[in-house]
Structures are given as structure tokens and as C-alpha cells.
């Protein structure tokens, strides 16, 4: 079955505490890009790439780290998480970063920073 | 700034009537236009695109959207509304310049009553 599958779905953790929360595709997508979903703010980019060792900014990438070091995964980093980025984040991917193509999303990882 | 509006938080309509969610993007360049529906604790899912072409577009479930370059819309419509349909509702754009980003929409809540 064609998914985009994150790990974990659920998540709490202190100010602080590194984290990593994975994301792989298995459809050999180009294209993955993380976002962070809040309320009244619809999905927000954080950081997306093109294609292996490819990697940008999106709007809001302030605190957090990516790699993309093969096709299929492309975590996440929060070296020193914070309140502020308590939130529900989705990962996605598209065929490639054309822009004419759908993005496939995770199931998302609420995380909750204390 | 570039940006995508969604003018209504929620839409409230009765099941067989038909339903519309409106979006107004405000962007240079040609964009690409989508809509996807979030189910609760699901992740996004397509619905339709635009790219070129005709102006109305039909998507999955019954959904079309209609394209409007002179007042930069895009609106989600559907004949016949069912109980099934209520979900939050995004409307992104993505941009053919500057790198693939996407923007999203703050969301419209739909909720269809029996």
C-alpha cells in the first residue's frame, strides 16, 4: 500500500530534550516537506526537499532541522524543543517538486513540549 | 505577502443541499490550486486540482472546483451535500517560482446536518 508513515504519533517531552520524528515514503517520491498544523492557522511549511541532499526553508523553520539522506526519509529535528512548537505536524511527499503535483500526508505526530 | 484566504471558518448546510467553500489566493505568478479534506485524527487527503485548462475541475466524491483568474478564487463546491462530507476543508497553493512551497488556507469546517 502506497503511505507516508510517521513515527511516533504521539508525543510529549520537556523543554529541552532533543527529538527526532521520522517520516518515510514508499512510493519514490522526490518531493517531502514537513509541516506543523495550529488552530486558525491552517498547515504551515517548515522545510521541504526536492530530492536527496536537497533541502529549503519553508515559512516557518525557526528551531528545527532536517536531512534527507535517501529517498524514502526525511526526519525531522528538534534539537531544543520549546512550548512554541507544540503543535501537530504532518510530513508529505509528491511525485516530484514541480508544484503541479498532489502532496500524500502522514497521519501526523501531535507533539506537546512542557 | 502571498497568501491564501479562506473567508469561512465553518459552513453549516443541510444534507442533499449543495454546498460551497469559498478560497481567494492572493500570489504572482501562475499557481497551481488544490483542495484537500482532513477527517478527524486523519491526515490531509487530495480532492482536486487545477493546473491548466478548464475551469471547472471535478475531484473525488462528487466535489468540483471552479477556477476564477480574474477574481483569483477557487471554490469547492458540491451539487448535493451528505452527512459523510462534514470535515475540514484546505485549500493550497502551490508556486511555480522561488521554489516549490506550498501555502495553505486557515481551513473551513464543514458540517452538514442530517
Known amino acids: 500500500e502506497a503511505q507516508v508513515t510517521q513515527n511516533p504519533r504521539y508525543l510529549i517531552t520537556v523543554t529541552g530534550k532533543k527529538l527526532t520524528v521520522t517520516c518515510s515514503q514508499n512510493?519514490?517520491?522526490?518531493?517531502m516537506s514537513w509541516y506543523r498544523q495550529d488552530p486558525g492557522l491552517g498547515l504551515r511549511q517548515i522545510y521541504y526537499?526536492?530530492?536527496?541532499?536537497?533541502?529549503d526553508k519553508g515559512d516557518v523553520p525557526e528551531g528545527y532541522k532536517v536531512s534527507r539522506k535517501e529517498k524514502r526519509n526525511f526526519p525531522l529535528i528538534l534539537e531544543s524543543p520549546s512550548p512554541n512548537q507544540t503543535s501537530l505536524y504532518f510530513c508529505?511527499?509528491?511525485?516530484?517538486?514541480?508544484?503541479?503535483?498532489?502532496?500524500?500526508f502522514g497521519p501526523g505526530t501531535r507533539l506537546t513540549v512542557t | 505577502a502571498q497568501s491564501v484566504a479562506q473567508p469561512e471558518d465553518q459552513v453549516n448546510v443541510a444534507e442533499g443541499n449543495p454546498l460551497t467553500v469559498k478560497c481567494t489566493y492572493s500570489?504572482?505568478?501562475?499557481?497551481?490550486l488544490f483542495w484537500y479534506v482532513q477527517y478527524p485524527n486523519r491526515g490531509l487527503q487530495f480532492l482536486l486540482k487545477?493546473?491548466?485548462?478548464?475551469?471547472l475541475v471535478k475531484g473525488s466524491y462528487g466535489f468540483e472546483a471552479e477556477f476564477n483568474k480574474s477574481q483569483t478564487s477557487f471554490h469547492l463546491k458540491k451539487p448535493s451535500a451528505l452527512v459523510s462530507d462534514s470535515a475540514l476543508y484546505f485549500c493550497?497553493?502551490?508556486?511555480?517560482?522561488?521554489?516549490?512551497?506550498?501555502?495553505f488556507g486557515a481551513g473551513t469546517r464543514l458540517f452538514v446536518k442530517a
Open positions: 487545477y493546473i491548466t485548462g478548464d475551469n
Open positions: 500570489v504572482s505568478g501562475n499557481p497551481y
Open positions: 512510493m519514490n517520491h522526490e518531493y
Open positions: 508529505a511527499s509528491s511525485l516530484t517538486g514541480q508544484g503541479a503535483y498532489e502532496q500524500y
Open positions: 526537499s526536492m530530492n536527496v541532499e536537497v533541502t
Open positions: 493550497a497553493v502551490s508556486l511555480s517560482t522561488g521554489g516549490f512551497k506550498t501555502i
